[in-house]
Nanobody, 124 residues
Framework: QVQLVESGGGLVQAGGSLRLSCAAS????????MGWFRQAPGKEREFVAA????????YYADSVKGRFTISRDNAKNTVYLQMRSLKPEDTAVYYC?????????????????WGQGTQVTVSS
């Protein structure tokens, strides 16, 4: 079992930055692929970014490529999402997710564990 707790959300002006954190419980964090998803009001949850077990491989949705960076610190059992040049359309609840595999996972249905989400609001 893995428990995930996101933090770092908030209200920011367009063009600003935020860094989300996702702290994971358990001693096998380094064995998990991690991902970030988001859900805007009235929309389905969508993929944002993913990272493999070591952090050497990452993958991004086209909508955030070049603006967001996913990273992880296995010593701290934490995965991060650095968000820059934020836009109003980035407003959503952001969720982190984990799956007990080493390779990158991008499909929502393949993740086993989810956090409770953190709200990000970007004002224009």
């Amino acid at each position: 079992q893995v428990q995930l707790v996101e933090s770092g959300g908030g209200l920011v002006q367009a063009g600003g930055s935020l860094r989300l954190s996702c702290a994971a419980s358990g001693r096998t964090f380094s064995s998990y692929a991690m991902g970030w998803f988001r859900q805007a009001p009235g929309k389905e949850r969508e993929f944002v970014a993913a990272i493999n077990w070591s952090g050497a491989s990452t993958y991004y949705a086209d909508s955030v490529k070049g603006r967001f960076t996913i990273s992880r610190d296995n010593a701290k059992n934490t995965v991060y999402l650095q968000m820059r040049s934020l836009k109003p359309e980035d407003t959503a609840v952001y969720y982190c997710a984990a799956r007990g595999v080493l390779l990158i996972v991008t499909r929502e249905r393949e993740y086993d564990y989810w956090g409770q989400g953190t709200q990000v609001t970007v004002s224009s």
